[in-house]
């Protein structure tokens, strides 16, 4: 990928000049589609930038290529999203998308390494990345209960759905990375390995 060498790094308030450039992003991304994307104003783009919770892609001209930024929800700041994944029209097919994710990803788990990680979309590339970083389907009830992250969804299209099903359908798939779970199972893996090595030496 080239198009003027695109950089990601952690999003500071030396980018809020780009906070409209994202917003109009993400809502003509949504028009498009057909699909809903809760709309997001420049002032809350901003407060992720300067909580040090959002990644950014430019060009070395200066551009925007793309952002996502993470939310904290639940009491214990137990659940984690990693939201506004959009990529500029020009850059898209490039891979970028997938980049700009796995960065948002690991800025997720520095910040917040016990926390579950989710998600909702209709975005089947989305949906492939998540996949790809260890995140599962999984039910609408298992996602965080934080009454302020469902509000996000009141200015989707879909949301009159979500009120319909109370909270348990939605034309969006449900996604969640458990670390709890991954060490699990990088534990159980490593024991059928140790005890393969036992037999072999038998």
């Known amino acids: ?7 990601i790094v952690t999003a500071s308030q030396e980018h809020f000049k780009y906070a409209e450039k994202i917003c109009d ?5 949504a028009k498009i589609r057909g699909t809903g994307i809760a709309k997001r104003k420049p002032e809350y ?6 909580e040090g919770k959002a990644v950014i892609a430019l060009t070395s001209d200066g551009r925007l290529a ?6 904290s929800w639940g009491k214990e700041k137990n659940y984690v999203a990693n939201s506004g994944l959009i990529v500029v029209p020009e ?8 980049m700009i994710k796995k960065a948002a990803f690991e800025l997720s788990r520095k910040k917040y390494p016990h926390a579950k990680l989710f998600g909702i979309t209709t975005s089947p590339a989305v949906m492939k990345i998540n996949y790809q970083l260890g995140y599962r389907p999984v039910t609408f009830a298992q996602l965080t209960d934080d009454e302020e992250f469902w509000k996000g969804c009141e ?37 059928v390995i140790n005890e393969q090595k036992s037999s072999v030496g038998l």
Request: net charge positive; hydrophobic share 30%; with cysteine.
């Open 66 to 71: 793309g952002f996502c930024y993470i939310e």
């Open 1 to 7: 990928m080239d198009k003027n060498k695109v950089t």
């Open 45 to 50: 783009i901003r407060s992720k930038m300067r």
């Open 155 to 191: 200015s989707c299209v879909n949301f009159d759905i979500l009120q319909r099903t109370n909270r348990k359908h939605c034309l969006c798939t449900a996604m969640l990375f458990d670390p709890e779970e991954k060490k699990k199972t990088k534990t159980n893996e490593s024991e």
């Open 91 to 98: 850059f898209r097919e490039l891979g970028l998308g997938k």
């Open 25 to 29: 992003t993400i809502e003509d991304a």
